[in-house]
Every structure is written in C-alpha cells, then in structure tokens.
C-alpha cells in the first residue's frame, strides 16, 4: 500500500507543488492550510482521516451545488411543454419554498460554508419559478403574483438583524426544518390519491433524494448544528418514500409522457386546401361557348 502511495506522489507531486495561484487559493480556503498541505502538496491521506473525510465532503458538496442548479429544470420543462400543473402540489413547494427561504437566511447569517448550503439558493429560485407556473396553469394568476410579493417582503425581513434577530431565527430554522419535512406530505398524497405522478419529473425527484443524502453526511463533517442535521434526516425519509412512490407508478395511465397542448394547425386539411387552389378545383364552373361540330 505504501509502495503504491510512494508511486502516486512521485507522479503527481510535480503538478500539485506547482499548479496555478487561483487554484492553490480555492483549495486553501476549502480544505484550511493543514489539510490542504497534507492531501494536495504530501499526498498523504492516510496520515490524517479527518482531512480525508473533508475533502469528501467539500467534493459532495460542490457536486450537490452543481447539479441543484439543473435540478428543477425537467420538472420546469414539463410544465411548459403540457401547460398542465397536474401531478403538482403547489403547497408542497409553498412549504418547501418557505422552509428554503428560512434556511438560507439561517445559514448565511451563521456564517457557514457555502459548500453546505449553496444548493438552496439555486433551488429556491426555480422552486418560485414553478410554484408560479403551477399557480398559473391552474388559473391563479393573480395568486402567483402575490407569492412572489409575498417571498420578498419575507425575505427581506428574515435578512435583517433588527426585524429577526439570532433568537427567532433560531426558533425559526427549527420550523424550516418541520416546514421541509411537511413540504414532501401533499406532494406524496396528490401522488396517491392521483394514483400516478402526472407532470413529476422523476429527475428532481431521485436527486433530492441523492443530495439529502450527502447532505446528512457533510453535516456531520462540516456543521455542528443538530437543527439543520435532523431537517436533512427527516426530509430523506420523505424523499425516499417519493421515490418509492415515483417507482411504483411508473407505468400507471396516470404517469404518462409529457405531452405538448401547444395549438397545431391541421396540416392534412392545410393541403387539402393548399391542392384544391393549385388543381383550381375550388373554382364554380362555366359555360363553354366552344361550338360542338
């Protein structure tokens, strides 16, 4: 095992002793100097399991912040191309949406690294983007409207120190956390009671799954905070039950392809019309005055 370590660090430690300066300052300030020393410049990972253990967690949570930034594209697609908001559960994402909000302001307000939460603020913008269209697409537009209103005026609160302070914000990530876990119950049982997952993009659904997992493991690592921890243990409960559902109703007649209700003109009757002038058959008829011999 040594032998072999010995080999990867003559190979690599060439390039690590000299990549470029940015990249040096990123790894710094993701891993801390020790670490950093000790994983990139040594190479050496089993003197320090706590630094390996790190740099799992920074690389888990960069791939999650990454993928949440097309994490509710599908679903955002799906609701375009059907103009349809069947399957959805708009108070699901109100809940999921608030409970995003809340958390954000928590932890940037607590000063935690990004890399354990930047995933909510990508999500929560596409989350009001959809939560809008489902308003929409149900015939509420007015109500979309006062959503988004309705978001800002929250969030600009939960920002300030002298409208929320530590205290109620404290108290108000422990709701985040129920709201989170609640978020996923109407969205399980408009699934049930629907007897399919209509317009539910089965994408969303199995990488909330796969980041809430990852999220429980750079929790542990990275945040000391039993709020946040248990949030992301009960919302992976939920998650996994969603997918469970999303996989039992896979071929239900209620899970069926997104289709597009944009108007298409007959084409067959187009050419119909489109022959009929060329042939001149539309045209009445008229008299010949060629005389008959």
Not at 55 to 84: C, D, H, M, R, T
Not at 85 to 110: D, K, M, P, Q, W
Not at 198 to 207: E, M
Request: net charge positive; aromatic share 8%; charged share 15%.
């Amino acid at each position: 095992m040594e032998s072999a370590l010995e080999s990867v660090r003559s190979l690599l430690q060439p390039i690590t002793h000299n990549l470029p300066a940015p990249i040096t300052s990123a790894g710094r300030s993701l891993l801390g100097p020790f670490c950093y020393k000790t994983l990139v410049l040594d190479i050496d990972p089993l003197t320090s399991p706590e630094c390996l253990k790190l740099a799992i967690s920074k690389g888990l949570g960069i791939g999650i912040i990454g993928a949440s930034s097309i994490v509710k594209i599908p679903q955002l697609l799906k609701l375009i191309n059907s103009q349809s908001a069947a399957g959805v559960s708009f108070l699901s994402y109100l809940l999921e949406t608030s409970s995003y909000l809340i958390s954000l302001s928590y932890n940037v307000r607590h000063g935690f690294p990004f890399s354990t939460y930047g995933e909510t603020a990508l999500i929560l913008v596409q989350n009001v983007v959809i939560a809008s269209l489902v308003l929409k697409y149900s015939g509420q537009s007015a109500g979309a409207a006062a959503f988004i209103a309705g978001l800002a005026v929250a969030g600009a609160a939960l920002f300030q120190e002298n409208v929320v302070d530590v205290k109620q914000l404290a108290w108000l990530q422990a709701g985040a956390g129920v709201l989170g876990v609640a978020s996923k119950v109407p969205q399980i049982y408009a699934v049930w009671s629907q007897g399919g997952t209509g317009q539910l993009s089965a994408f969303a659904v199995f990488n909330y799954l796969a980041g809430s997992l990852s999220r429980i493991f750079t929790t542990l690592q990275e945040v000391p905070d039993p709020l946040i921890l248990y949030g992301f243990i009960a919302g992976f409960t939920l998650n996994l039950v969603l997918a469970a559902q999303m996989i039992w109703y896979w071929n239900s007649s209620a899970s069926k392809k997104t289709k597009s209700s944009k108007l298409e003109r007959p084409i067959v009757s187009d050419k119909k019309k489109a022959m009929g002038s060329s042939t001149g058959t539309n045209k009445p008829k008229t008299p010949t005055t060629r005389r008959r011999g």
